[in-house]
């Protein structure tokens, strides 16, 4: 409601009312998302009566909170970004705690390019983080903060990484056992390729998979190519160990790396394939096989990005024959010219591992050139 200061100085009722902060809004947060405009020609009393009615009929005032802000959810699915606002304003004037509200909020201001008030929605949650009814969800709040400091300098992007870095910690990524059973996962994957990696290790990184995907990627532009490779490969393990562990769910027969065929006539001994990606690739062809929502999954945790990024961190620190091994997960080969395509589903990674085979290459500052 507009408060009007009492003045010795009497002011006819119909004088027209200077324009100020208190009649833009003040410093309320509804204010803050939208123009102020000057309001000319109204007087006093219309303006106090105007102000007075929409004090007390809010825009979704009459719900309560938790259906507000599901409200300003769907709103903002159909990209209808001014009446998300306005549900989700509402339900941080009802309630004052509410993280949840606050970070849709903050997705609302950064679909319309508010970015500051993006980032302060985004704290603004982080530090309520207590009042989540799915503390889990702080995570996702702790990422999409990471994402939005990415692209604003170089300072800001040092603060998104050390957020990621962060998330990463939280499942053990510098602990003593975690460094070393990776530096037994390089050993392997240097000495004999994808598929031994795959063959002998599970490792599924749950909510921090996406953080190391992000830091090899940092860490490739910067050309740190170990540290690329240390994350990439992590994430490339937890992706195809999540595979593996679905299809074998489908299929409870399916082994990794087995070849079925010559299997069977070897009862007394494993038959593996004899390539280092031959197991990995029918994986993926398998996944493919059994389509939704395994491959949407896939895809969604960017497998192919993943599995490029590994590779080329294999090159880079000079792994050229297993860098090739998996550039030829992403393409398919034409049996009677040998020449090499881009796998349908690898897209423009694909053709990234395509143009490699013919002749490799380093993109220097970006993964894709």
């Not at 100085?9 to 009649?23: M, V, Y």
């Not at 603060?159 to 392997?188: F, K, V, W």
């Not at 299929?251 to 010559?262: E, G, T």
């Amino acid at each position: 409601m507009q408060t009007f200061i009492r003045s010795d100085k009497r002011t006819p009722l119909d004088a027209p009312l200077p324009i100020t902060p208190a009649t833009c809004g003040g410093t309320s947060r509804r204010a803050r998302s939208t123009e102020c405009f000057p309001i000319l020609g109204l007087g006093r009393g219309f303006l106090f009566l105007v102000l007075s009615l929409a004090a007390v009929s809010g825009f979704g005032l009459e719900y309560p909170a938790w259906i507000l802000l599901e409200k300003g959810k769907t709103s903002f699915a159909q990209r209808k970004l001014s009446e998300a606002l306005d549900y989700l304003l509402d339900a941080v004037e009802l309630q004052q705690e509410y993280p949840e509200a606050e970070f849709w909020l903050g997705r609302v201001y950064e679909a319309q390019g508010q970015i500051v008030l993006a980032e302060e929605q985004y704290r603004r949650a982080i530090e309520l983080a207590i009042y989540l009814r799915v503390p889990q969800e702080l995570i996702l709040i702790r990422y999409r903060l990471a994402r939005l400091l990415l692209n604003q300098g170089q300072k800001r992007a040092l603060e998104a990484e050390s957020i990621l870095y962060g998330i990463a910690d939280n499942e053990g990524a510098s602990s003593r056992p975690s460094i070393l059973l990776e530096h037994q996962y390089i050993n392997r994957l240097t000495e004999k390729g994808i598929d031994e990696l795959v063959f002998l290790y599970r490792d599924d990184l749950g909510y921090s998979l996406e953080a190391r995907r992000i830091l090899g990627e940092i860490a490739w532009k910067k050309g740190n190519y170990r540290s690329a490779l240390l994350h990439s490969m992590r994430a490339a393990l937890s992706i195809l160990t999540t595979t593996a562990e679905r299809h074998r769910a489908i299929h409870p027969d399916w082994r990794f790396d087995i070849n079925p065929m010559r299997d069977a006539q070897s009862p007394d001994r494993d038959v593996r394939f004899p390539g280092r990606s031959d197991g990995t690739d029918r994986l993926l062809t398998l996944a493919y096989e059994d389509g939704d929502p395994l491959v949407e999954w896939m895809e969604s945790a960017g497998l192919w990005p993943v599995l490029y990024l590994l590779s080329v961190s294999l090159y880079a620190e000079g792994f050229e024959d297993l860098a090739a091994s998996i550039w030829e997960l992403m393409v398919t080969r034409d049996g009677v010219d040998g020449t090499y395509h881009p796998r349908i589903q690898a897209g423009h990674w694909g053709e990234l591992a395509r143009r490699q085979l013919e002749k490799p290459f380093l993109s220097v500052g970006s993964l894709s050139p």
